[in-house]
């Protein structure tokens, strides 16, 4: 009943350590974060504590000149710290090789190109790759900008860092000496058994036997079979790993020359270019030589200088504008990393401008212009359509009411697991496999690495901590427009599909977290097993209240009721997940 309840609300939500999770997951996706390498073999790699930096960095309310220059070039400031190396994670989070017999130089061009493309559309929302071919006659970014720029990058080798102590180190590699102890007998095994199962259908004609006909081959020791390797999985997915943190450093003060690509063909060296900047903005100067008796080339610590220069004029306002889209589904630019010629207008030219004028005089801290638009009138305003101003702007492109929004992937998962009681809070660390189909394991080549393991509280945590595989993303979210990473990804998709509904309606895990939400009702509100008409209808009103956060409609009440006593309580509580409401933010 207080008059700033709302306010205190905002203020609490600010401050919870899980507004970081929530945060995290947008700034992700523009930083084609993945677990994998990709490629062909996409293999696992420690991704893991860039992730949570992010995290951290996001409750933290660092300015946004340090979350930028961290990720930059956190390792060539003076005396850096484990917390600002490991930022620079953002620069290893492109594609990796990890074939044999590649050419060394044409993939570490192929990373430089990756990571300046990324770069143009993550802080600067220019598409710079329109420009790595050739000059465009009404283009202001001619070629030689881009490779201005790619020569900033062009210096970086990657770097691992240990994150632990040598002690903990010896601790850990014994432990796994022991794990692999314990795999080998059980890989002999698992060999000799697929061995026979694999003569066994070659003889009933089969050249290159599928998994199913490995199985059917091995006649009664079929079970054994599966059981092993669930065992080897098991091992393997609780097995620890040496924590090594994936980051990037400058060998020296030079670096050799580097030149344009004609037609941006690697094996069409051009002209040679020096770093710098774009023409076209403010200070667009090259960067000069680093003294002989620097440690680093200095390239990318000028580069984040520039971006967050005052004079810049695009830093704050492409921040600003993913923050807009964050809250309302649709910048006031509705191309978030594309504010060129070939993207949208601004709606609201004077707003962003007022924004970004703003965040720049707190200090670049984001919670404040968080607190600023969720107290907002037009941030308060509802759904409902007005006919009129439907008719005048029908994209609602003007904000003339609250835009309805599907929850995004990770958020109808993590909504599901919290509302029946199940979900782990637990924060950070390596990435969890939730169960997937075994025959996504079994019969695709991109279903390695991605061990069978039970379905237990183990497994639900929140989906910012879900293994992203590039070529095997978790059903439950890709069903749900989670976008496959490969490169840096703006906005997801947001559709309306039947597999949605058949996934909320079908899928183990909610069917699952539906006889959860029973037994919380249970253990929680003092539901016991036994019925009545009272009882009932208290529990109507309860699943409600939990799922939706309201009371139910007397048509509503009615027609739970009818549901809970014809086909049961584990019923009622999937049907909750299966509301428009439930999924959709009113």
Not at 515 to 544: H, I, Q, W
Request: aromatic letters at 8%; hydrophobic letters at 35%.
């Amino acid at each position: 009943d207080s008059p700033n309840a709302y306010e205190k609300v905002v203020d609490e939500l600010l401050s919870n350590k899980h507004y970081g999770e929530k945060m995290a997951i947008s700034w992700m996706d523009v930083a084609r974060y993945a677990d994998s390498h990709g490629y062909q073999d996409d293999g696992y790699r420690t991704m893991w504590p860039w992730r949570d930096w992010v995290i951290h960095a996001f409750n933290q309310n660092y300015p946004y000149s340090n979350f930028l220059t961290w990720q930059l070039a956190g390792d060539l400031l003076q005396a850096p710290t484990k917390e600002q190396l490991l930022a620079t994670g953002f620069n290893r989070n492109h594609k990796i090789t990890q074939e044999g017999g590649i050419i060394d130089e044409e993939y570490r061009i192929e990373y430089v190109t990756d990571r300046t493309n990324t770069f143009g559309k993550a802080f600067m929302a220019i598409t710079l790759e329109c420009s790595k071919c050739h000059d465009h006659k009404y283009d202001p970014l001619p070629q030689a900008d881009y490779y201005r720029l790619a020569a900033i990058f062009a210096p970086t080798e990657r770097r691992d860092m240990d994150l632990c102590t040598p002690d903990e180190r010896k601790a850990i590699e014994a432990r796994i000496a022991a794990s692999e102890a314990k795999l080998k007998p059980l890989r002999d095994e698992y060999g000799a058994l697929r061995a026979k199962g694999e003569a066994a259908a070659r003889k009933m004609g089969s050249l290159q036997p599928a998994e199913a006909e490995i199985e059917a081959g091995l006649g009664a020791e079929m079970q054994r079979y599966r059981d092993v390797r669930k065992d080897i999985d098991m091992v393997e997915v609780s097995r620890e790993q040496v924590p090594v943190a994936m980051a990037v450093t400058d060998p020296g003060p030079t670096f050799g020359e580097y030149r344009i690509h004609r037609r941006g063909d690697a094996y069409l060296p051009g002209d040679p270019i020096k770093p710098g900047f774009l023409k076209c903005l403010p200070e667009n100067i090259d960067i000069p030589e680093a003294p002989l008796t620097a440690k680093t080339t200095g390239r990318r610590t000028a580069l984040a200088k520039w971006m967050t220069s005052p004079e810049n004029p695009l830093t704050t306002r492409v921040w600003m504008n993913r923050v807009w889209r964050h809250h309302f589904g649709r910048g006031i630019v509705a191309t978030p990393s594309d504010f060129g010629v070939n993207g949208e207008l601004p709606t609201h030219p004077e707003l962003l401008d007022y924004l970004a004028a703003k965040f720049q005089a707190g200090g670049m801290k984001l919670k404040p212009i968080h607190r600023e638009i969720l107290l907002s009138k037009t941030w308060m305003q509802s759904s409902a359509i007005r006919p009129s101003a439907a008719k005048v702007d029908p994209l609602n492109k003007l904000l003339w009411r609250m835009p309805l929004r599907r929850l995004e992937a990770e958020a109808v998962r993590d909504s599901i697991l919290k509302v029946a009681g199940g979900l782990d809070l637990k924060m950070g660390g390596p990435p969890i496999y939730p169960p997937v189909d075994p025959s996504l394991r079994s019969d695709t080549f991109q279903g390695m690495n991605w061990p069978i393991t039970d379905d237990d509280m183990s497994t639900w945590r929140r989906s910012v901590y879900v293994k992203v595989k590039r070529s095997l993303l978790l059903p439950q979210l890709e069903v749900f427009d989670c976008p496959e990473i490969t490169a840096s990804v703006a906005t997801r998709n947001s559709t309306t599909t039947p597999l949605q509904a058949l996934t909320l309606m079908n899928d183990p895990l909610v069917l699952q977290q539906a006889n959860v939400m029973t037994s919380t009702l249970y253990d929680s509100f003092g539901f016991v097993a036994d019925t009545s008409p009272v009882k009932d209808r208290a529990l109507v009103e309860v699943v409600y209240q939990r799922a939706l956060q309201r009371n139910p409609t007397p048509r509503e009440a009615k027609l739970a009721y009818k549901i809970l006593t014809t086909q049961g309580r584990s019923r009622l509580c999937l049907l909750m997940f299966n509301l428009n409401e439930f999924v959709y933010v009113p």
